[in-house]
């Protein structure tokens, strides 16, 4: 029998939650870095680029991949001979750790967890409560798997219960197109297949928290139905071309998992959970000889890239822009900004589209007249930082709101991350304004940029307050141009033509 005590569960849940914000797993550097030397797409292989740089740069800093921290996922299975000397229930346990790593004074990760999600949508303030998945197994340890999960990725995961008969690869491969680039790939595919409606999303979830090895399974061939479907789906989504970022390029997923499950007769249920470029996760063991704390990887493990942005960029003073000169920025266009631009997300958009729609005026000191919107929740800064770590967030949601926020204004362009939909490029072009793209899970290398934060409106809203940034040299590319031509329609689009003409021996 083993006894696992209360602190020593707390603390190395606790432990692995801070691991995991600031290190990708290696394997996942490896096959991003693979990825990297291997595409021929300049806009993604500056997105790869920018990805592996904040890496290597979170993992000296230790500050968070991601300005999106996640909800935390734990799997738990519990050995049958193990007995609990705690006060506290598993999930209360489990809670009390991701309350002490989210708040931890050194690396404060961003509490993202609300509740009342169909009513007031209240931040709880800790990122509790996790999501825990236990079993209970024989044995006398707790293995443990935790996960934080990007909103990003968590919102694009799909569900059917297909036909026994009909055709399972073909409908992931539909599905990735309709994903955008709200996922932030290039990423990793979860694929659940069988049992219930709620086993499938569950196994496709899992599925992720193994290796990336895709590399290794090419080398040595598919030796089951499982593993011939996830070779299979490799190569058809990257095929797509959508690549990093959706800019268009060789690589869309780094690998695909799958996890099955016995099902129905009458069913085929599938699930997809894809894994963005903030994969995170670890394992753990717990055999009651007091808590864990992860052994760090050594920096060499991570490339040395010769990212420098300045020499093919055009610089950009945002103090002094008028509609006219961003008229002139075409998609694919790589901007180095400078200056100061505002900030604000899905509850800024909402309360200033209410208050232009009540009286026609916005609050005191806000004015974005000739300005620049960001779509940023950030981290709070730490040790002199202007700002923790600040990446955009997911455009379209702001589509319903950008019309009246261009026609009533005076704002003349925007950034975020991934593609609008068509009523935010229709309002894009009505207004001749532009929208520009960060890269997604590069936060901390964007952070850099920015030199100086103060909340300009909503101080209650926390993460979601408009801020005033005044950045240096933020990289930035233009995704929409004020004609409305959008790089993520026309990059997919040229790579998915390059890809189909090059040799198979060279994909
Ligand atoms: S990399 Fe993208 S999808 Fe993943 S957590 Fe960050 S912003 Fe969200």
Redesign the pocket.
């Known amino acids: 029998m083993t006894t696992i005590r209360q602190e020593d569960f707390i603390q190395s849940v606790r432990n692995a939650l801070q691991y995991i914000s600031y290190y990708h797993p290696i394997d996942f550097v490896r096959a991003m870095h693979a990825a990297y030397k291997k595409e021929r797409s300049a806009a993604a292989r500056d997105a790869i680029a920018q990805i592996l740089v904040n890496s290597r740069m979170c993992a000296e800093g230790h500050r968070p991949?991601?300005?999106?921290?996640?909800i935390v996922t734990v799997f738990l299975d519990i050995g049958m001979g193990v007995r609990w000397e705690s006060s506290l229930s598993v999930e209360e346990m489990i809670n009390e750790a991701v309350r002490r790593a989210y708040l931890d004074p050194d690396n404060p990760l961003r509490a993202s967890i609300v509740a009342d999600p169909a009513g007031k949508r209240s931040n709880t303030g800790d990122n509790t409560p996790a999501v825990t998945h236990m079993r209970v197994v024989p044995g006398e340890r707790v293995s443990i798997t935790v996960a934080a999960?990007?909103?990003?990725?968590e919102n694009k995961s799909r569900f059917t219960i297909l036909n026994p008969s009909d055709d399972l690869v073909q409908w992931v491969v539909e599905q990735v197109p309709t994903m955008g680039a709200?996922?932030?790939p290039p990423?990793i595919l979860g694929i659940g297949i069988g049992g219930t409606a709620e086993k499938a999303m569950l196994l496709a979830k899992q599925s992720l928290m193994a290796p990336v090895d895709i590399q290794a399974l090419q080398e040595r061939g598919p030796a089951n139905r499982i593993e011939e479907l996830r070779l299979e789906i490799y190569a058809r989504v990257n095929a797509l071309g959508i690549g990093a970022q959706g800019l268009g390029g060789l690589t869309t997923v780094l690998d695909v998992k799958i996890l099955d499950y016995p099902t129905h007769a009458a069913s085929l249920p599938v699930a997809i959970v894809p894994n963005?470029?903030?994969t995170r996760h670890i394992h753990l063991e717990l055999d009651g000889s007091g808590p864990v704390f992860p052994e760090p990887p050594t920096l060499s493990e991570w490339p040395v890239l010769d990212w420098h942005p300045a020499g093919q960029s055009r610089r950009v003073n945002l103090d002094n822009l008028d509609s006219a000169a961003v008229q002139q920025w075409k998609p694919g266009e790589t901007l180095l900004l400078s200056g100061r631009l505002l900030t604000g997300r899905d509850a800024a958009h909402k309360r200033i589209v209410d208050s232009l729609e009540r009286d026609g005026r916005l609050p005191e000191g806000l004015d974005f007249r000739n300005r620049f919107i960001y779509y940023v929740g950030p981290v709070d800064p730490v040790r002199g930082e202007a700002v923790g770590p600040a990446?955009?967030?997911?455009a379209t949601r702001m589509d319903k709101f950008t019309d009246t926020l261009l026609e009533k204004t005076g704002l003349i362009g925007m950034i975020g991350?991934a593609e609008r939909g068509p009523t935010g490029i229709e309002a894009i072009r009505r207004h001749r304004a532009v929208y520009l793209i960060a890269t997604?899970?590069a936060?901390y290398l964007v952070s850099r940029a920015i030199r100086s934060a103060h909340v300009v409106a909503y101080p209650e809203l926390g993460m979601e307050a408009v801020y005033e940034f005044e950045v240096v040299d933020m990289p930035v590319t233009v995704a929409v141009d004020s004609s409305g031509e959008s790089v993520h329609r026309s990059g997919p689009e040229l790579w998915k033509n390059r890809i189909a003409g090059i040799p198979v021996a060279d994909k």
Not at 65 to 70: A, E, L, N, R, S
Not at 391 to 394: A, D, E, K
């Open positions: 991949i991601c300005q999106d921290t996640g999960k990007g909103g990003g990725s709200g996922w932030c990423g963005c470029a903030a990446g955009p967030t997911t991350k997604g899970g936060a």
